[in-house]
């Protein structure tokens, strides 16, 4: 079955980086494109980005646009998010998820546990 | 970025009764090519990840009971629960994924009344 695990969050200073992984297994990762989406302390989701299949295309939105980089992979079935210049907004609960594979454009289906970054002095 | 607004942002509804949460795009989000509109719906309980209910607007992901459903095609869309049950308490969100950069509703609080 197809399972997403979320590693390497924690408390971090405020201008600081941390890199976040998420290892993939029980499906072809290398035939899918991989999002990150994460939520702060009581509020709604905020998608972050999304990287192709190969790694060619990453689209990001404008709230870590410059700050995130979004890479993958595919030798080790592993996604990574690449956090810069962190901020306390920043803090929050981050998760990596993949579409469903009946449907291109069908929503995200599956997700991992999360993993929780802290950006705090 | 396309915008994603849900309505209400909270709603009480008693046990048996419909649930109704809309959602309004910035821009339309039918697909011309396939006529299918790039919208998802989710729900999501205090300590879990988001669960996949809908997607293209009105398609019930496997697994999700049948008193969910979805309508609603371009801009607008609706969430509908028929009868509401107990284990139905959560946030709601809707999410277009016709651009590359995706965006989700602000969420939909709904309890028990």
């Known amino acids: 079955q197809v399972q997403l695990e979320e590693s390497g969050g924690g408390v971090v200073q405020p201008g600081r980086s941390l890199r976040l992984s998420c290892a993939a297994s029980g499906f072809t990762f290398s035939g899918y494109a991989m999002h990150w989406v994460r939520q702060g302390p009581g509020k709604g989701l905020e998608w972050l980005a999304v990287i192709s299949y190969n790694g060619s295309h990453q689209y990001y939105t404008d709230s870590v646009k410059g700050r995130f980089i979004i890479s993958r992979d595919n030798s080790r079935n592993t996604l990574y998010l690449h956090m810069h210049s962190l901020r306390p907004e920043d803090t929050g609960v981050y998760y990596c998820?993949?579409?469903?594979?009946?449907?291109?454009?069908?929503?995200?289906?599956?997700w991992g546990q999360g993993t929780l970054v802290t950006v705090s002095s | 970025d396309i915008v994603m607004t849900q309505s209400p942002d909270s709603l009480a509804v008693s046990l048996g009764e419909r649930a109704t949460i809309n959602c309004k795009s910035s821009q339309n989000l039918l697909y011309s090519s396939n006529n299918k509109n790039y919208l998802a719906w989710y729900q999501q309980k205090p300590g879990q990840p988001p669960r996949l209910l809908i997607y293209?607007?009105?398609t019930r992901e496997s697994g999700v009971p049948d008193r969910f459903s979805g309508s609603g095609s371009g801009t607008d869309f609706t969430l509908t629960i028929s009868s509401l049950q107990a284990e139905d308490v959560a946030v709601y969100y809707c999410?277009?994924?016709?651009?590359?950069?995706?965006?989700f509703g602000q969420g939909t609080k709904l309890e028990i009344k």
């Open positions: 998820a993949r579409r469903t594979a009946a449907a291109v454009n069908g929503g995200l289906l599956y």
């Open positions: 999410q277009q994924s016709y651009s590359s950069m995706y965006t």
């Open positions: 293209w607007a009105s």
